[in-house]
């Protein structure tokens, strides 16, 4: 199996920024360059929403059209983690914000079905 534990999330004000990080491990866990990985949001009552992905291949991250210019993602192949660096926060960027990870394909990383494991959420409500 492998895990996947999201953290540095948490109650932040319109303007602010925040850094969630998403660790990766388990017995099933292979090398970082294995997988794709993604970040995806869902508020209550709506359906799940892509935010940033990048490929094992190495190419840019890719981005929600919504967060682009605001939102970065990288990753420590060292430390098996994954970053999601979001700046100047809004009330409507209030979700909870899942990683996730693709076994090595060339799928839609923007589709949140096609990711094989995924981490329990971390909440970041932003207040105004």
């Known amino acids: 199996q492998v895990q996947l534990v999201e953290s540095g999330g948490g109650l932040v004000q319109d303007g602010d920024s925040l850094r969630l990080s998403c660790a990766a491990s388990?017995?099933?866990?292979?090398?970082?360059?294995?997988?794709?990985w993604g970040w995806f949001r869902q508020v209550p009552g709506m359906e799940r929403e892509f935010v940033a992905a990048i490929r094992w291949s190495g190419d840019a991250p890719i981005y929600a059209d919504s967060v682009k210019g605001r939102f970065a993602l990288s990753g420590d192949s060292a430390r098996n983690m994954i970053y999601l660096e979001m700046k100047n926060l809004k009330p409507e960027h209030t979700a909870v914000y899942y990683c996730a990870a693709m076994i090595k394909g060339l799928q839609d990383l923007t589709i949140g079905r096609l990711y094989h494991y995924w981490g329990p959420g971390n909440q970041v409500p932003v207040s105004s």
């Open positions: 388990g017995r099933t866990y292979s090398t970082f360059s294995r997988y794709s």
